[in-house]
């Protein structure tokens, strides 16, 4: 098979509205074929083109897990350190009794929240807009999961004062672990986080498109922001679904999100994924020993945390895949869903909920990376309005896993 079949399949899906393109990136055998169709930015009429920027979303968890195992190595920190060695303002923790109670209705915390914990989504900790109850409107007072008003310093104190929707440790929650993380780091380093990256993974990888923001000299290379109205219809957003992240981010904002943040092209992102069928390195530039790449990598949920995990209500890794420390791994392959990550057994990934995806397999040493902006609101998920980017990276999965 090769590539024009791909560009055909995934073409029908921008002639059908269900996206405003996408470029996508297999690599295998030190070869990399790259696909790209549709528009970049539909009212500008720019093609998406292989150095398109996009934004990444939870495909940036990914990178600010693996930065945590490199501090790991280094000593830096432990996985089983309470992380109220470097955040006190987390010392007197309460939980809720039922998530969807009232904030008052709370018992304490049986034990701190750990490195360990954040790494595998157990701390207890969520995101605002999974929920219905008075914890949602209190998540709201972080201001928007990417673009924050507040100070890091701020956010760290104003997320403390939350209580927690379970104990730390019991069960997988999807939620702002990854951000608390890569706060963490930067007191670690007395550094922005983002310098931190630049400095500890970017540039020694030659990421040289990806950070929290796209510089002014690119923005041209910048995707635009594609979403859908009310009727479904494909259409330009002024910003990010439930203001998460603004058109342009202020110069002056200093909360960035390690969870969720990130700005990335195919060609960076391969570099990054490139690590994982590695070995832990990259053209002679490693960043993880193989038995901590190993341990990133593996299950770390027990039987009855996968049975009972839930993504927007629906059950991620009851069967198909279990969650290291950033990433899905695959465990039983027939049974893995591909919208999460496909190929054979420990392979890895994690999509991001703009439209990126991309997955890892060490079988046979191949990368295949989708982005795109299909930004959705919740609500319109809920009435089917969005989903065709999803179909879409299904079949690419298929596709690509055949292309020789």
């Known amino acids: 098979m090769d590539g024009a079949a791909i560009e055909t399949a995934m073409q029908r899906h921008v002639d059908a509205g269900e ?19 549709g528009w970049r930015d539909i009212e500008a009429r720019r093609l998406v083109e292989r150095d398109t920027i996009f934004r990444i979303a939870s495909m940036s968890k990914p990178v600010t897990s693996l930065l945590t195992l490199m501090l790991f190595e280094e000593g830096s920190l432990a996985l089983d350190d309470p992380i109220i060695r470097w955040v006190p303002e987390f010392s007197r923790m309460r939980v809720l009794r039922s998530p969807q109670g009232l904030l008052s209705e709370t018992e304490q915390a049986e034990r701190p929240i750990t490195v360990a914990d954040l790494l595998t989504h157990r701390s207890g900790l969520t ?5 219905r109850g008075p914890i949602a ?5 972080l201001g928007g ?20 929707i379970d104990q730390p440790g019991r069960q997988f929650h999807y939620g702002k672990s990854t951000d608390l993380l890569g706060l963490i780091i930067a007191r670690i380093a007395d550094a922005p986080l983002a310098d931190v990256l630049k400095r500890r993974i970017l540039d020694p990888l030659g990421m040289k498109d990806t950070g929290f923001i796209v510089p002014r ?14 009727e479904g219809r494909l259409t330009t957003l002024q910003s990010a679904p439930g203001g998460h992240a603004l058109a342009e981010r202020p110069e002056s904002m200093t909360f960035v999100s390690g ?21 832990g390195a990259v053209d002679g530039v490693r960043l993880l020993q193989p038995q901590t790449l190993a341990m990133m990598a593996t299950n770390h949920l027990t039987d009855l945390q996968r049975s009972q995990a839930r993504l927007l209500g629906m059950p991620i890794f009851a069967q198909g895949h279990g969650f290291g420390m950033g990433v899905a791994v695959v465990m039983e392959p027939d049974k893995a869903d591909p919208v999460r990550c496909g190929g054979g057994p420990g392979s890895l990934g994690w999509p991001g909920a703009y439209g990126g995806w991309w ?6 040493g191949s990368v295949m990376i989708f982005l795109a902006h299909s930004m959705v609101e919740l609500e319109q998920l809920a009435r089917g309005i969005g989903l065709g980017v999803w ?12 292309l020789q």
Not at 21 to 37: D, E, F, N, S
Not at 137 to 141: K, L, R, S
Not at 259 to 279: E, I, M, P
Request: charged share 20%; glycine share 12%.
């Open 259 to 279: 969870g969720q943040g990130l700005w990335s092209t195919l060609d960076d992102y391969l570099a990054f994924a490139r690590v994982f069928v590695g070995g």
């Open 359 to 364: 997955q890892a397999d060490p079988n046979d």
């Open 391 to 402: 179909s879409a990276i299904s079949e690419f999965q298929s596709l690509g896993s055949r």
């Open 19 to 37: 996206l405003a393109g996408a470029a996508m990136l297999v690599w295998r055998g030190g070869t990399a074929r790259t696909i790209c169709v």
């Open 145 to 164: 999961d990417i673009d924050s008003e507040l100070s890091p310093d701020d956010w760290i104190a104003r997320l403390a004062e939350l209580p927690l």
């Open 137 to 141: 409107a209190a998540y709201g007072t």
């Open 217 to 230: 000299t690119n923005e041209r290379r910048r995707a635009g922001l594609h979403g859908f109205d009310a």
């Open 127 to 131: 995101y605002g807009d999974f929920h």
